[in-house]
């Protein structure tokens, strides 16, 4: 049952956060609505810069061994630490400095986890030095996107706007950028956060770090097993088609319902042991319309601009955050 039990850990994350999370944005929105469409201009320059290195690859670090990554992080922290003091003494904001590199363990753990065509290729992992750049407005924000660009020391390699364009699940919003230094031979990818002060605030005053690791783990699992929210039913239909036994994917926890829209017909699932009335009551479903994934419980398609959250959160058990999976 880990895929279930991921799903509520999941849900019930995402349903304690976004309603405070999307209150804090319309309100950014409405004390700042005119600034939004600088914003997404100043970004679409941003993407421009970045696109105009595609194909050279400098998204990836230089090393896939995790050893040589550290040693080029310990050599890249202090001259980006130099680089992040300047960005906001220019611009007005503040700004963080994780003064330790990522802890091993958890870069061994995503060298694995995420790397399922080549587990322990550490090429991905970009964070290990990184920052966070608060920002009281938008304007802010834009300026420190300028900043970075108008740099003649900083490379651009990849940007991520989880303020307009992807939120995450739980409805937290910020800039992401990732960077090295010219100055840097080794040009080993840093990672910025640009946060609006009225998220973090808010933010501070959730339980977020209570649960983070494991909300992310539960992520990470899905991922690693091809049943991400984002692609479960492409996945399963695979599984099918590979022929893959039911009891295989009903121990792991998926419904009946999932493998009967996948393709399993209802014969294979009786001789599997499924019981004729939960096939039944599947096949009516499915018929009726009702269903619905249980990976898409609380996950609204996001806007581009947060509309009122009005809508009610499923319930899901308090158990799962009791559980470590």
Not at 73 to 97: D, E, N, Q, R
Request: hydrophobic content about 40%; proline content about 4%.
């Amino acid at each position: 049952n880990i895929v279930p039990t991921c799903d509520d850990l999941l849900g019930l994350a995402n349903s304690m956060f976004l309603s405070v999370y999307d209150a804090v944005w319309n309100l950014i929105g409405f004390t700042e609505n005119e600034i939004l469409e600088d914003y997404q201009e100043a970004v679409e320059i941003l993407n421009r810069e970045v696109a105009n290195r595609s194909g050279t690859n400098t998204q990836k670090q230089r090393t896939k061994v995790v050893i040589e990554l550290y040693h080029d992080a310990a050599m890249a922290h202090y001259p980006f630490s130099k680089l992040l003091k300047s960005i906001t003494f220019t611009t007005g904001t503040k700004c963080s400095v994780c003064p330790n590199l990522k802890a091993l363990p958890r870069i061994l753990e995503k060298t694995l986890m995420n790397r399922n065509d080549d587990p322990g290729n550490a090429e991905n992992i970009t964070d290990v030095v990184r920052a966070m750049i608060k920002a009281s407005s938008m304007k802010q924000v834009i300026q420190v996107i300028f900043a970075f660009l108008e740099n003649p020391n900083v490379v651009v390699v990849r940007i991520k706007d989880r303020f307009m364009k992807c939120p995450s699940a739980g409805g937290w919003r910020d800039l992401m950028i990732n960077l090295y230094l010219k100055s840097d031979k080794s040009r080993h990818v840093c990672e910025v956060q640009v946060v609006h002060t009225r998220m973090l605030v808010a933010r501070q005053g959730l339980p977020g770090h209570a649960i983070y690791g494991r909300v992310r783990n539960a992520g990470e699992i899905l991922e690693k097993m091809g049943l991400g929210m984002n692609m479960r039913s492409e996945r399963v239909r695979e599984l099918c088609e590979e022929h893959t036994p039911i009891r295989q994917l009903l121990h792991i926890g998926l419904p009946v319902t999932v493998l009967m829209c996948a393709g399993y017909e209802e014969g294979e699932l009786l001789d599997s042991g499924c019981a004729a009335g939960v096939v039944a009551s599947a096949k009516a479903s499915i018929r009726d319309g009702f269903y619905r994934n249980r990976a898409e419980l609380g996950r609204s398609k996001r806007h581009e601009q947060s509309l009122p959250f009005n809508q009610a959160v499923p319930s899901f058990s308090q158990e799962a955050l009791e559980c470590d999976p």
